[in-house]
């Protein structure tokens, strides 16, 4: 059974077309000789004769009859056009509105992001779930909103989170009328503030008593600072003054529960020493007391939780992450400072969540107690998800909390605890004996920012209670679901429910679209499959017609225009056969259908098969067998030329290279561009033969058959270039002028060879980059190390490499190193050292100035346009030096016995160290300037490297100790290797010359985790003491290599201590609200009609 298994591994591959073109070649030549074209000779020429194809995965182009690979198979698709997947068909539509639509009607909406609004969303939030303060602002009057731009806006947001079929609202217009930016983050506490500042002024226009003091009726309460004399025990006068707040700011730093910043809120503190109060009864200043008592209590009370503190070392601000516990109910009873013999008891009904590390960035959210379902919701901008019946998610009988990014904080100070990412909730007994509940749940969280607790009215206590102003004001809860669902006002109405029309009518257009769009598709689909399925011509007999394919493609796959078959007709308007891989033949029946629906054309059928084209492409194929013919002939005798095998008869020139390049290149059926040309190498600028010496004038002589092939082909290429094409016979004279030209050239080429020769011999250790020795004796003279460098390298070229620039000449030179001003050298003198009983110039591959001998400087002279008398005298005279200075340094030199005996003659005045004195003087004043200009250049760099080594010991390894003391040139090569060491670390690290100490050891601490105050920064030997100065000051360049070592004294703690949340080198005011609507005094009235646009 597995012998009868069909083969299936060339099932795709094309076959060869040897045979098929060697039968169509004989066609033509057939077609050729008797003159007459036959229907078999149509059917072979057009390929009509090969069968129907099936089941290949691609359309082949070289068979008319084959209709695969148009459309994909039933079960596929394609990535565009007609047979895209009708997923990827729908979404091409655009977005379904219907998505955007809320899940169920008890589901809150959230607002859209602008980019940074989160805080403002968050807080609009809270304030919207709220039922008293929602009701207060639709009852507002329609013409105090026209006069409100502000209040207008956010009853508009408020209808629209409570009406809207929406599951987001759009917050720009609101947010644009408070002219807040998009792009920066604030704190949600000081816009909450801001907000109920101006949205007092805003209803204090109202003439409904509801909405007038709304905002002061639900937040605001009273507190005192007193302040009590330990002595007579009398308060101070201020503290009988009664001040407003709207929410309690706690401190978090070191406290774990909302009890314990109550307490730290009320704490009493002493007044003593220096702090003492001057009591005004005692007369003196005595010892007191001073507290915060809290005097009345708001509906709904707001707890700030200071989690952002300052740091003064870094004037910047760092976030707390400490966990934090509170209760779900609050009992403030006893924090009341007259007491209260009843209950008051509060419910959490919102958590403010602020997630990230930073102060000044993260994200804020919200989570939010439905006061009518009890059910707790999380507003994340657009997102909102319902958290059951806890605020961190879960129900009644699983604490578990819902996710946050705050890692997951500990806490054991209640009872049985469930933490999960960052929030966990507790279950601890209640503190007040006369509580229905027998417990009171408690949650942590490391990132609530601001805590919302609504009063509760008890069943025994009155459903009103007195304010600080004496208003009654109905409690916030009991509320009916009726009532939280109570419809809104005429004018507020009217703009929600045409909002909602338009929606609708959106998703309703849409799914109108999506239907005709697939609906029209899936007909295109039918169409296509069944005139794909009638396409192929059965018999040769019957009638048939001719289409484009690409045509025929673009109609399988998208919706195109009428029939277009002028890409396959030839010149006499016939179906060309040279576009036989380019059409489809189709039946009948198929043209049929397809050309009653599109039209076009032109019709091109069996009989339209183009005769004449056939009789020129078989002339074609006639010529260009014979071209091929005489080509091969031709190349045998091309290569018996240029293997020097001379035939009898007239011979000719043509070029050597251009003949090799003919030979091998392909035969093919007509001349080329390559033909081209065959003695325009030959050829001088003077019309004659160019010389055989001259550069790539190699020739060779070729039979006169050979070469009248060649200007044959050469002149059918390119007819206008007869230069290319010159005729040389085997007796052409080479031009006369070029031949002198050449021997000139060539004598100036001998001569030059001969001066080059001479300067390496007349200066031998120059041209060798050899120093020489110095005698005291005798005379030198300095060159610029520049100019010998431009001079070696020209002397020292030859060959290929005999394109080295000549130097500059001497005398130019040597005015180049003069001041103008004081006629004296620009450059200081070499130094030079003893070694090895001579003297040498120090460091000549560096120095500016390299010294030269005085016969060395007179032959420079003769040769370089050079003034003997001009040049640099360079005279060596010594100082009695130090024993220290007599050698140089060790660096320089190592110390033996020798050197000690050596020293010892020095210290009796018997050696002296060299000193080279220049004729004219060094003019200390212009280089003084010059680099003084050029050190600040260097100083003032940006965005350059320098690398810092972590030394792990008290002293550095000797290699970086001394590339770390060592000046760093910026032009100098450095090594790129990197040498490993066990005792050292490196780090290379961007800076600027403007970049502090302070900075440079911040990205230290980084890269390193050395604390700042733990790290010794050294230069070389140097330490660099100080944070306040930058790189530039100590001369610390780019390239630099500096040391550090870590001291271990101070403890290691982390960097986000020292770091603000921006960028080191980036001082970032903290604008806050400055320039908006709400730190602004204008009147809310006097903002332009343009806020309702």
Same mark, same amino acid.
């Given at each position: 059974m597995g012998n009868n298994r069909p083969t299936t591994r060339s099932k795709n591959k094309r076959s060869r077309n040897d045979d098929n073109a060697e039968a169509t070649a004989e066609t033509f030549r057939r077609i050729l000789s008797t003159g007459q074209v036959t229907e078999d000779d149509i059917n072979q020429l057009y390929m009509v004769w090969k069968p129907i194809c099936q089941g290949c995965r691609v359309n082949t182009k070289d068979n008319p009859n084959c209709f695969c690979g148009l459309i994909p198979p039933p079960s596929g698709s394609r990535k565009s056009g007609l047979w895209q997947k009708t997923s990827e068909i729908v979404h091409s539509l655009g977005p379904d509105p219907s998505k955007d639509l809320r899940l169920s009607p008890d589901s809150p909406a959230g607002l859209t992001n602008l980019g940074a609004t989160c805080y403002a969303n968050s807080i609009l939030q809270c304030l919207y779930m709220n039922r008293s303060f929602r009701e207060g602002v639709f009852s507002v009057e329609p013409e105090v909103l026209r006069q409100q731009p502000v209040l207008d806006r956010l009853a508009r947001l408020f209808a629209q989170l409570h009406s809207s079929k929406m599951a987001f609202v759009d917050s720009a217009p609101f947010i644009q009328t408070l002219e807040l930016d998009n792009g920066v983050q604030q704190d949600s506490h000081e816009f909450l503030t801001l907000l109920f500042s101006l949205l007092e002024r805003c209803l204090s226009q109202s003439k409904v008593l509801k909405s007038r003091t709304i905002v002061q009726d639900l937040f605001r309460g009273g507190v005192s600072h007193v302040t009590t004399c330990s002595k007579c025990g009398k308060e101070s006068e201020a503290s009988a003054k009664i001040e407003d707040f709207y929410e309690l700011e706690l401190n978090v730093k070191g406290l774990k529960t909302l009890d314990e910043s109550l307490d730290d809120y009320l704490s009493i503190e002493e007044l003593q020493g220096d702090n003492q109060y001057y009591c005004c009864s005692c007369a003196t200043r005595v010892n007191a007391t001073r507290s915060i008592k809290l005097r009345s209590l708001p509906a709904v009370l707001n707890f700030q939780l200071k989690r952002c503190v300052f740091l003064?070392?870094?004037?910047?601000?760092k976030k707390i992450t400490s966990a934090f516990c509170f209760p779900g109910q609050l009992n403030m009873a006893c924090r009341?400072?007259?007491?209260?013999? =009843?209950e008051l008891l509060y419910d959490l009904s919102a958590v403010l969540i602020h997630k990230g590390a930073a102060v000044n960035s993260g994200h804020y959210i919200a989570h939010i107690k439905d006061e009518s379902t009890e059910q707790w919701w999380e507003f994340d901008d657009?997102?909102?998800?319902?958290?059951?019946?806890? *605020?961190?998610?879960?129900?009644?009988?699983n604490s578990a909390a819902k996710s946050s990014p705050a890692e997951p904080v500990e806490f054991s100070s209640y009872g049985k605890t469930d933490v999960k990412d960052g929030h966990d909730t507790d279950t601890a007994q209640s503190n007040s004996d006369s509580s229905s509940n027998n417990h009171v749940k408690s949650f942590s969280s490391s990132d609530a920012y601001m805590l919302m607790y609504v009063r509760r009215s008890s069943k025994n206590s009155s459903d009103w209670h007195d304010n600080s102003d004496g208003q009654k004001l109905e409690t916030v809860t009991n509320i009916s679901a009726a009532q939280l669902n109570s419809p809104l006002p005429p004018h507020l109405s009217e703009e929600v429910e045409l909002f909602n029309a338009e929606n609708v009518n959106s998703c309703k257009e849409y799914k109108l679209k999506k239907e005709c769009e697939i609906n029209r598709i899936t007909e295109r689909r039918q169409e296509v499959r069944s005139i794909l399925s009638e396409a192929a011509a059965q018999s040769l007999d019957k009638q048939y017609f001719w289409i484009s394919s690409e045509w025929l493609r673009h109609w399988a796959d998208s919706i195109v225009s009428?029939?277009?078959?002028?890409?396959?007709? !030839?010149?006499? &308007?016939?179906?060309?056969?040279? +576009?036989? =891989?380019? $059409?489809?033949?189709?039946?009948?029946?198929?043209?049929? $259908?397809?050309? =009653?629906? @599109?039209? &076009?054309?032109p019709t091109l059928c069996k009989d339209d098969c183009c005769k004449d084209c056939l009789f020129e492409v078989a002339r074609t194929m006639a010529n260009a067998d014979n071209y091929r013919d005489q080509r091969m002939l031709m190349r045998d005798i091309a290569e018996a030329a240029?293997?020097?095998? !001379?035939?009898?008869?007239?011979? @000719?020139?043509?070029?050597?290279?251009?003949?090799?390049?003919?030979?091998?290149?392909?035969?093919?059926d007509s001349p080329c561009e390559g033909d081209a040309g065959p003695t325009a190498s030959i050829r001088c600028p003077h019309g004659g033969l160019l010389p055989e010496q001259a550069t790539g004038a190699k020739r060779v002589l070729v039979p006169e058959a050979l070469w009248q092939f060649l200007h044959k082909s050469a002149m059918t290429v390119k007819p206008d270039d007869a230069e290319g094409c010159s005729t040389f016979s085997s007796d052409s004279e080479p031009c006369a002028q070029c031949s002198i030209e050449l021997t000139e050239v060539a004598t100036l080429e001998d001569s030059l060879r001969e001066f080059k020769f001479r300067e390496r011999q007349c200066h031998e250790r120059l041209a060798m980059n050899r120093s020489i020795s110095i005698n005291p004796c005798s005379r030198y003279y300095l060159l610029p190390s520049s100019w010998l460098s431009k001079w070696r390298s020209y002397i020292n070229?030859?060959? +290929?490499?005999?394109?080295?620039?000549? *130097?500059?000449?001497?005398?130019?030179?040597?005015?180049?190193? $003069?001041?103008?001003?004081?006629? +004296?050298?620009?450059?200081?003198?070499?130094?030079?050292? @003893?070694?090895?009983?001579v003297i040498l110039q120090k460091a000549p591959s560096t120095d500016a100035l390299t010294i030269i001998a005085e016969d060395d400087?007179?032959?420079?002279?003769?040769?370089?346009?050079?003034?003997?008398?001009?040049?640099?005298?360079?005279?060596?005279a010594s100082n009695i030096c130090s024993e220290e200075e007599l050698f140089g340094s060790c660096e320089e030199m190592p110390i033996s016995e020798d050197h000690i005996y050596m020293n010892n003659e020095a210290i009796n005045g018997e050696s002296r160290r060299p000193i080279i004195r220049t004729t004219p003087e060094v003019c200390e004043e212009c280089i003084g300037e010059r680099e003084s200009c050029e050190l600040m250049q260097k100083l003032n760099y940006s965005n350059e490297e320098i690398c810092v080594c972590f030394v792990r010991g008290k002293e550095p390894p000797k290699s970086i100790l001394e590339a770390s003391g060592n000046v760093m040139d910026p032009s100098r090569r450095t090594s790129k290797r990197s040498r490993k060491s066990t005792s050292t670390n490196s780090k290379k690290l961007s800076v600027s010359g403007s970049t502090t100490v302070y900075q440079l050891k911040m990205m230290i601490w980084e890269s390193f985790g050395i604390v700042k105050e733990n790290q010794i920064l050294h230069k070389g030997s140097r330490t660099i003491e100080g944070e306040s100065a930058c790189l530039a000051d100590l001369n610390i360049f780019p390239g630099d290599i500096l040391w550090v070592t870590d001291s271990e004294i101070h403890e290691n703690r982390d960097i986000a201590d020292e770091l603000s949340d921006e960028k080191m080198d980036i001082e970032k005011l903290e604008e806050g609200f400055r320039g908006t609507l709400l730190a602004s005094n204008i009147s809310p009235q006097v903002v332009s009609e343009g806020c309702f646009n």
């Open positions: 003064p070392n870094t004037t910047t601000k009341l400072s007259e007491g209260s013999q =009843s657009e997102l909102v998800s319902n958290l059951g019946q806890q *605020p961190f998610g879960g129900n009644s009988s009428s029939i277009d078959n002028t890409p396959i007709q !030839c010149v006499h &308007g016939k179906v060309s056969v040279a +576009k036989v =891989s380019s $059409m489809k033949r189709l039946s009948a029946e198929a043209w049929t $259908m397809i050309f =009653s629906k @599109y039209n &076009g054309g240029l293997s020097g095998e !001379c035939r009898d008869g007239e011979l @000719y020139f043509v070029s050597k290279s251009w003949l090799h390049q003919w030979v091998r290149r392909k035969i093919i070229a030859t060959g +290929k490499n005999n394109a080295a620039t000549e *130097p500059e000449t001497l005398c130019s030179i040597i005015n180049s190193l $003069m001041c103008e001003k004081h006629s +004296k050298l620009l450059e200081r003198p070499p130094d030079v050292i @003893y070694k090895r009983g400087w007179k032959q420079f002279s003769e040769d370089w346009g050079g003034v003997e008398a001009k040049g640099i005298l360079a005279e060596i």
